[in-house]
């Protein structure tokens, strides 16, 4: 697997880089983000994961994370930071970041994360359009394809954990589906997540729905979770 490294510190980032190189994987390693981002822009370049410090010089981390995701690239993210505060967490997640390693770590718990991360991106399976919905996954290009209102095919990029819960919602479409459900389909049991995961993912999926005819489609449950709720919308295209 190909992996991208961003790392300013010298001794971590040769240890990351050297243990990674002994699990077979190949490491392009960076010390600044904004070089980090040109050598992404080449069309050449194709990576498997990129693992991203936070605080990093030229791009942080977090400004890197986003603009890959701006892009439409929807390479798993995994962000190292020493900042341990949920909010931290939060706006990490919010950028794009599939998973979050907080300093200092075991390089088993490393190759756990990378390990998780390679698992996920295998257990994407086809969503088929659910009759009349007017929706559907697309595995291969990881996006949400829909119909406008000019009954024009449309497509908005998604990241891995916005696919995924994307995905568990359409094959629980019109149930009610707990937090708890959701987060335990994504991450993994033994996973560092915690209560808003789910939410602040939501609110990033909505946002992309925010401009199409589907806004509404995901309905907030107060106290238990979420519902998506597919009707037939030929009505109102």
């Not at 995905?167 to 479409?173: C, F, S, V």
Request: charged residues 30%; hydrophobic residues 40%; proline residues 3%.
């Amino acid at each position: 697997m190909k992996i991208l490294l961003v790392e300013d510190e010298l001794d971590l980032g040769t240890t990351i880089e050297r243990i990674l190189n002994h699990e077979n994987h190949s490491v392009d390693w960076f010390t600044d983000g904004r070089e980090a981002w040109e050598y992404l822009l080449s069309p050449e370049v194709e990576c498997d994961l990129a693992v991203l410090d936070w605080m990093v010089p030229g791009l942080s981390g977090v400004e890197l994370c986003h603009k890959i995701r701006q892009q439409g690239r929807s390479i798993p993210i995994l962000m190292l930071t020493a900042k341990s505060e949920i909010i931290a967490r939060v706006q990490g997640l919010d950028a794009g970041a599939d998973d979050y390693l907080v300093k200092p770590f075991s390089k088993l718990e490393l190759f756990a994360r990378i390990r998780a991360l390679q698992r996920r991106g295998r257990q994407i399976t086809v969503v088929e359009d659910i009759p009349t919905s007017g929706i559907s996954l697309d595995p291969d290009r990881r996006v949400l394809n829909y119909w406008d209102v000019h009954r024009q095919l449309q497509s908005i990029p998604l990241t891995k954990k916005e696919f995924q819960i994307l995905e568990y919602l359409i094959k629980n479409a019109n149930k009610i589906v707990t937090t708890d459900r959701i987060r335990s389909y994504i991450w993994d049991l033994s996973a560092d997540t915690f209560s808003n995961v789910v939410a602040s993912h939501i609110r990033q999926i909505r946002k992309k729905l925010a401009e199409t005819n589907y806004a509404d489609i995901i309905e907030t449950i107060p106290n238990t979770g979420y519902r998506l709720n597919l009707i037939d919308r030929d009505e109102t295209i």
